[in-house]
């Protein structure tokens, strides 16, 4: 894999300026590197990056990659994964067909539509709680620290059936699994894993003697053929909930609030038409969606993609951000639009990966901008948009302060 020919010395995909915009260098991207080398300054890990829609949407079909670490031979797991391997590697993104097809199965019969439109009078409440928290603090406050970071936190514990004092805990141990890349990070996260593996192993011990009407009861009960899920696909379908519940909820939140922001026309639009709030969801998750790059895959061959040669074992991601933005698929596509439709976004992911949680990430950002709108009727940033801080982050996309004017 040779040097990527995007970046000036010095500049990588982490660099602050690329976190506060990456859409130039995406546009780029795709018009002469659709198939971009990457190297992850922190880690000192190389990989392929793809950034057209239409070869977003074919690598979830591509038998020549597999998601699977375990088809890797152990130098490159070793390289790649390193200790988080062996307890996180059995969940819905990193198997493939028949075991993907299995756990998903299995995962898809207690994460129910039902089950979360159940969910939505407990949201409302926790929305009101959150939003008087914040209106407490004064004339204004950080939406991020007081309303998007708490939220999903305790939507998904309160799924999971974690107790409310261990919540803290587990917003922690969230945060050191997307600390920055670096040395002092890679030991936090250790020491992470370590604490979340034994407070799992407990709790799971405890839920199967004493079964209780939420989702961990109803994953160590689920059945599918004779079939369950093992310690080790639970843990990993778990810490999976967990993560992608929480940072990907919160960033959401906060960039679709910003957006709005920065496009008061759009914003009268959904005060005068609510009906509108569910494709405006859809909006957020195309034009500022959450979630960038994808989990790592791997070529099983030796094969050629627009041009780059591509080396067996070498890794690729694909970039969703980006893709939502080819002007190949959408019209305008850097033109924020409430009333888009169609709007076929990947920012939920495609195919056999789409997101499992997409319906409740979609209820909890119903609940709290249909709240915002109506609470919230002049609230405004409290600072310039292009002053605002984004996380170092490349796999997620979020602010790291939202602050608000009421």
Known sequence: MTASPLFAEGETLWSPHVRANPFPLYKRMREEFPVAPITDPGLGL????????????????????????????????????????????????????PDHTRMRSLVSKVFTPRRVE???????TLCSEL?????????????????AFPLPIIVIAELLGIPPEDRDRFREWTRSFFAPPS????????????????????????????PREDLTSALIAA?????????????????????????TTANLLGNGLLELLRHPEQLQRLREDR???????????????????SILRFAKEDLELHGQRIQAHEAVRVNFLAADRDSEQFSEPDRFDVGRTPNKHVGFGHGIHFCLGAPLARLEALVTFELLLERLPEMRLAVAPETLAWRSSAQSRGLASLPLLF
């Open 46 to 97: 190389n990989f392929w990056l793809l950034t057209r829609y239409q070869d977003v949407v074919s690598m979830v079909r591509d038998s020549r990659f597999t998601n699977d670490p375990t088809q890797l031979p152990e130098a490159v797991r070793q390289r790649f994964f390193g200790h988080t391997l062996g307890a996180l590697n059995r969940h819905l993104l990193t198997v493939d067909p």
């Open 118 to 124: 159940e969910l939505r009078p407990r949201i409302q």
């Open 131 to 147: 939003l008087e928290g914040l209106l407490a603090r004064g004339s204004g406050g950080d939406f991020l620290e007081a309303f």
């Open 183 to 210: 040395q002092g990070a890679r030991e936090k996260v250790r020491e992470g894993h370590q604490l979340f593996f034994k407070y799992l192993e407990d709790f799971f011990a405890q839920r199967r003697q004493q």
């Open 223 to 247: 059945e599918e053929q004779g079939d369950r899920l093992s310690n080790q696909e639970l843990t990993s379908m778990v810490f999976l909930l967990l993560v992608a519940g929480y940072e």
């Open 275 to 293: 009906s509108l709030l569910p494709s405006a969801v859809e909006e957020m998750m195309r034009y500022c969606g959450p979630f960038e790059l």
